[in-house]
């Protein structure tokens, strides 16, 4: 049996070793801080690793008691209703506007960068100045930005991030017009790679730029549209900054990454906390696979 020629294998197999030894980096950090992280949180949600406790009673298996208290907990349950409210807001208004403004800069004959630099300055934008600027609008007292608008109508200020029927609305406003950039160049993205000859096809039949766009540009753009809704479920499912910075504890704007950020840091009930933590996993989990299933029939990739 003839041994190996160290050196041809080496010519025959040297550009994959280049990609896995760049690869390899990654892949470790990768397995580090989320492998190892996921698993050992996943052990301390069946124990009862409660800082209030522990030190007297030290670590206990209880299973999978705390994933059933989860379901019984009315914070958790009210944040869950208000991010999933808050996921389908913001899908439709950041797709939406991300998509309509795509659509009028692939319009432009001239300026088009100058637009899309100027057009995606709010991703650049952090979430405190974010949440700053919302507090400016609907600042309770007279001096509000729209206080001071509704005070020329006669109408008296308002308590818009404390109301229960305002508060998560009040919240929802700067994030639904100003989260729409990344949307938009993912968009943008993807309607320069639709090929011209299509649109030039189309032309010979219709002069209709809503059918051309519905049977020709939607479409083509079925994989970005797949992204941009998937990127947008897992931002909205994990919303912490508004609730968190603008209406602490208020139960009307209560998101359910900031319930579990609660139960850990300040009722250092960890092992609870993870198994909240597990639970959203898992629901981002099941509507990603929901909805790579339901796009593999419609999505055209060629």
């Known amino acids: ?74 914070d958790f349950l009210n944040g869950l ?29 001239r300026g088009r960068k100058f637009f899309l630099a100027g057009l995606y300055w ?25 206080n001071s608008f509704l005070s020329v109508f006669g109408i008296p200020p308002k308590d818009w991030l404390v109301n229960e029927d305002t508060a998560l609305i009040s919240l929802m406003v700067i994030p639904f017009f100003t989260g729409f950039s990344q949307k938009m160049i993912i968009f943008y993205a993807g309607l320069n790679g ?6 030039e096809a189309a032309s ?25 809704v998937l990127l947008s479920l897992i931002e909205g499912m994990k919303v912490i900054a508004p609730m968190q910075l603008i209406t602490p504890h208020n139960d009307f704007t209560m998101s359910a990454i900031y319930a579990m950020y609660i139960d850990a840091f300040e009722n250092t009930n960890f092992s609870f906390a993870f198994a909240e933590g597990f639970v959203m996993f898992v629901i981002i989990m099941v509507l990603t696979v929901i909805q790579n299933l339901t796009q593999k029939e419609t999505v055209v990739y060629e």
């Open 1 to 74: 049996m003839k041994g190996i020629d160290i050196k041809k294998w080496y010519h025959k197999y040297r550009n994959d070793l280049k990609c896995y030894l760049l690869l390899l980096v990654p892949i470790c950090l990768f397995s580090v801080f989320f492998v190892y992280g996921f698993v050992r949180g996943f052990v301390f949600s069946l124990l009862n690793y409660d800082l209030r406790f522990v030190m007297l009673e030290g670590l206990q298996f209880v299973g999978f008691e705390h994933y059933a208290e989860v379901f019984r907990d009315k």
């Open 81 to 109: 209703l208000h991010t999933t409210i808050w996921t389908v807001v913001m899908l439709i208004g950041n797709n939406g506007f991300g998509l309509l403004m795509a659509v009028c800069l692939m319009k432009l004959s």
């Open 122 to 146: 709010p991703a650049l934008v952090s979430a405190a100045i974010t949440t700053q600027i919302t507090l400016y609008v609907f600042n309770p007292t007279e001096t509000g930005i729209l």
């Open 194 to 199: 639709i090929p011209k000859t299509y649109y």
């Open 204 to 228: 010979l039949d219709t002069d209709s730029g809503v059918q051309i766009f519905g049977y020709i540009t939607w479409p083509l753009l079925g994989p970005v549209v797949f992204l941009n």
